[in-house]
């Protein structure tokens, strides 16, 4: 990757200003990192896919860059600059004497950047689930909902074009072509979902390529940048498929649980189980990407190979099964119900569906935003158990398993969960959480930052309830509520 030489003066402009020895390049651009700032240019080739050879181009797409990415990133996309053809300085973008454009954002350190994060282990739950808060948050941050031609013929394109830079990259022709039959029947199978989806709105301008290699800390917080500026058609995706992208690289750098995390929270805060259909075909593609990608750069075919065994796998996921985690308010529903989903059915796994996500999302909050107790009549239960059941409807009928989190007190609800089971003609386990009240007191007393708002009175009075025949498994939380209850639980499973 070097720098085209039409460039070159504009290129030791930037390493002058930033005191960059080296820039950092992709094949589309050099990044001169400085102290106080960064510049970005973007180089004067043509990949076929992308054509920056002329300098307008170069203006038009870096000037789209900083409106894609400023309104997620306002603090870290500052500006555009021109650079005239005696390369001395930097103008303003409309200057006539300008020849060429760059890019300025701030500075962010190395290990700031997602992908190093993860490298390290710094993933963890609360930053997972505010990825997939902005993941959600997102979506209507490049725009709204657009028309586009028919998603399967779309979509088919996007198959094609995958196996043939696969091969062109030199990844094994056997199974590149056996992927591209394999993603040809999910397609076919999978039309009348796509172009339901596409009525209702779900494509729209998307980042585009939204991995963890684009996503950094800014002020502790996930923030996108670099989203695909040179393509709307490109971009211009279900939400569905542009979140697959970043499910499949945490599949693949972080484990299958982070992935799932991610999952559950973006369907429980952004109201869309539905993607769950096509995730098989989304995350198969979205590694092949990456695949294919990797292959062709110096030393990236080890890599290569691992993502286009993901993008194998993911096309035979098992059947569908639902599993339903009750018990009073403190007996670890939701960490047996995380630490289950990522070991069933289709990658990354179960959709873990929380009834505490989905009443605060009914009504309009972040799930950690107390409710005051009003919140939690019976008919507003009533409507939050209505919602929980038919999103796990809708996932199992796409073939997608589900695991359903909630107290499930009352038998009709308990009845209701394997009603959901029968009418979708998938396997049901329900799982019963029991401890003795003193220790579920010190566990409520403990949490913080949690979607429940379950109290000590809340507890007690729960606990009064008759709670009638009780069919499922039970099993003592006790002891730690994640290691016992989880051997247990697999036991039942199985």
């Not at 053809?85 to 020849?99: G, H, M, N």
């Not at 971009?235 to 995390?261: N, V």
């Not at 999302?361 to 409507?383: D, H, K």
């Amino acid at each position: 990757m070097t720098i085209p030489a039409v460039q070159a003066a504009a290129a030791a402009l930037l390493a002058r200003l930033t005191g960059a020895a080296k820039p950092i390049e992709t094949h589309i651009s050099a990044v001169f990192v400085g102290p106080d700032r960064v510049l970005k240019l973007k180089k004067a080739v043509n990949l076929g896919f992308l054509d920056f050879t002329q300098p307008e181009a170069r203006r038009r797409y870096a000037e789209r860059e900083l409106a894609l990415n400023a309104p997620a990133a306002p603090e870290i996309y500052r500006a555009v600059h021109g650079i005239p053809a005696a390369a001395d300085r930097l103008v303003p973008p409309d200057d006539p004497e300008a020849v060429e454009w760059v890019v300025e954002m701030a500075p962010v350190p190395p290990g700031d950047f997602l992908d190093a994060l993860a490298a390290r282990g710094g993933l963890d739950g609360p930053m997972l689930d505010a990825l997939a808060d902005v993941t959600v948050a997102m979506r209507g941050t490049y725009g709204p909902p657009v028309s586009t031609a028919d998603p399967v013929t779309r979509f088919n394109a996007v198959l094609r074009g995958n196996a043939r830079a696969a091969l062109e990259a030199g990844l094994d022709p056997a199974r590149v072509i056996r992927w591209r039959r394999q993603s040809g029947r999910w397609l076919r199978r999978l039309a009348p979902v796509l172009r339901a989806r596409a009525a209702e709105g779900r494509i729209r301008r998307c980042h585009g390529d939204l991995h963890l290699g684009n996503l950094l800390l800014w002020k502790g917080r996930p923030t996108p940048f670099d989203a695909l500026e040179f393509d709307e058609e490109l971009a211009s995706i279900d939400t569905g498929y542009d979140l697959a992208f970043l499910l499949a690289d945490l599949m693949r750098r972080c484990g299958r649980a982070a992935a799932c995390r991610v999952l559950g929270r973006a369907v429980g805060v952004g109201d869309d189980a539905g993607l769950t259909a096509a995730l098989p075909l989304w995350l198969s593609t979205r590694a092949m990407i990456r695949a294919h990608c990797l292959a062709r750069v110096a030393g990236g075919m080890e890599g290569g190979l691992a993502f286009l065994a993901d993008a194998e796998a993911t096309l035979a996921p098992p059947p569908a099964r639902l599993i339903a985690v009750g018990g009073l308010q403190g007996t670890g529903k939701t960490r047996l119900a995380r630490a289950l989903a990522p070991r069933f059915g289709a990658a990354p796994g179960a959709l873990h569906l929380r009834s505490d996500e989905i009443r605060k999302r009914l009504a309009g909050l972040a799930p950690e935003t107390p409710l005051p107790p009003e919140a939690y009549t019976p008919a507003a239960s009533a409507a939050v158990h209505a919602v929980l059941f038919d999103e796990a409807a809708v996932a199992l009928r796409g073939g997608h398993p589900v695991i359903l989190d909630a107290a499930f007190l009352d038998p009709e609800r308990r009845e209701g969960a394997q009603a959901v089971a029968r009418a979708a003609g998938v396997p049901f386990c329900g799982v019963w959480l029991e401890a003795p009240l003193e220790i579920l007191r010190a566990r409520i007393a403990a949490r913080r930052g949690d979607a429940s708002d379950a109290t000590a009175a809340v507890l007690e009075y729960a606990a009064a309830q008759p709670l009638g025949a009780m069919g499922w498994h039970r099993i003592d939380a006790s002891s730690d509520p994640l290691a016992a209850a989880l051997e247990a639980a697999q036991l039942q499973l199985c």
